[in-house]
């Protein structure tokens, strides 16, 4: 029998490890959406303009399937942690407010743009209308995110005898952890849905479609790819500094760092056994954390010894840390040989090798998974690196959770909602496209939304 703590930190992490997917991608297609009819309308090019529309029309039904999972999670914060939303829910309250309204008024202009296409004589306004669309999506992911980083810096109240007191809810917002959290959210978004749109346009060109209008699909998302790979791993380095100095033991645990010293060294991969806390077969890189902590490599890393051992984060976000970096050095090294590859081409200074060839698209095609994998890696690390506390320093996660008994019910019940609703969006998915494919489309001169 599971222990009722474990039922609700594994429902609430099912819930939200399915429904990130969905707010991915409704975070990071807008843009894409918009930078495709930018391009369309700017070139008079009827291959973006179609990305344009066929991106918006899966967008909108990851768009349902993100309203639904983001209703359950709001519902889990009452039902599930009710002893957290008592104490912080006064704090909490205005960016979850502004969440909700930057989501409204994504909504409302995605309705919008949806039913004008073809509907103005200066095809820009409808363009326009894509501007609104990004500004609530990213709000919607910036508001929602500072209330995370609160969890993990909580400032802006006075808690004395369990009551939050003396509440500044902006100083609660941009809390320290804010910057370096809304930044790696969405980098993350816009490199996951660049792959995710890549791996699509890559698996049709791998069976064979030479049509151009994949092509320029394909070229569109890996440069994309590129620049956003680029800027998460620049930002994924801030992040390192950012628990250095705020949440040093999550980093100590994502890392082995058992021991507090000078020229720490980065541990890959490895066995740690937990009695003995000793590592094996694990690669370790000179000076490398001590560079990731402070950006130098003499610098003092603050190991678990500085921690009680009951305050430590399960060891075992190591291996989601590694994996995530390991996911983003694989996207990161794709993108740019991609370019490579291309500028190469450009120039005639290859010949057999092409962009299309199968090897290469079945490695792209391997990036929209990975991507997917790496972004739900990083979110374990994340919140498990948090753990034992739901607020930090205030607050344990066993004091926050209920204590009723209809968690086993709940668990399956929603199991089986999420299941369906995978199966679901898939098959939508695939007969949305599969009845109209773009080449039809083109031909016939005709695009039905």
Known sequence: ????????????????????????????MPLFISLAELIGLRKKDPHYHLLARRWARGYVITVAIG?????????????????FMQVAGKVIGLPLFLETFAFFFEAIFLGVYLYTWDRFKNPWLHWVLSIPIIIGSVGSAFFI?????????????????????????????FNPATPSKVAHVLSSAFLTVSFVLAMLAAFHLY????HVYYKKALHFTMVLGLIFSLANTFIGDLSGKFLAEYQPEKLAAGEWHFHTEER???????????????????????????????????????????????QWPP????????LMVGLGTYLLVISIVYVIVTLAQKRGKLMRLTKWNRPFLALIMAGGPFAV?????????????????????????????????????????????????????????????????????????????
């Open 207 to 210: 069976r064979s479609k030479r």
């Open 67 to 83: 309203v639904v999972t983001g209703t359950c999670i709001a519902l889990q914060l009452v039902f599930i942690w009710p002893g």
């Open 315 to 322: 060891l075992y976000i190591h291996y989601f840390f590694d």
């Open 145 to 173: 995110t500072t209330v995370n980083a609160f969890m993990n810096t909580p400032q802006g109240f006075t808690l004395a005898g369990g009551t939050i007191t003396q509440i500044d809810p902006w100083l609660a917002m």
């Open 1 to 28: 029998m599971l222990d009722q703590i474990v039922l609700a930190r594994l429902l609430t992490f099912i819930t939200l490890g399915f429904h990130i997917i969905f707010a991915t991608l409704g975070v990071g």
């Open 373 to 449: 994998l790496a972004m739900e890696c990083g979110w374990i690390y994340a919140e498990v690196g948090r753990q034992p506390w739901i607020l930090r320093g205030y607050m344990r996660t066993s004091e926050a959770a209920t204590q009723a008994a209809y968690l086993p019910e709940m668990l399956i019940l929603f199991v089986l909602l999420y299941a369906f609703l995978g199966v679901l969006v898939v098959t939508v998915l695939i007969r949305l496209f599969r009845q109209t494919p773009p080449e039809m489309e083109l031909e016939a001169k005709k695009i039905i939304l």
């Open 264 to 310: 720490a060294k980065l541990i890959v991969g490895g066995i740690l056994h937990p009695d003995t806390l000793q590592v094996e077969f694990a690669l370790g890189v000179p000076f490398a954390l001590s560079i990731l902590a402070k950006g130098t490599p003499d610098a003092t890393v603050i190991g678990l010894d500085q921690f009680p051992r009951d």
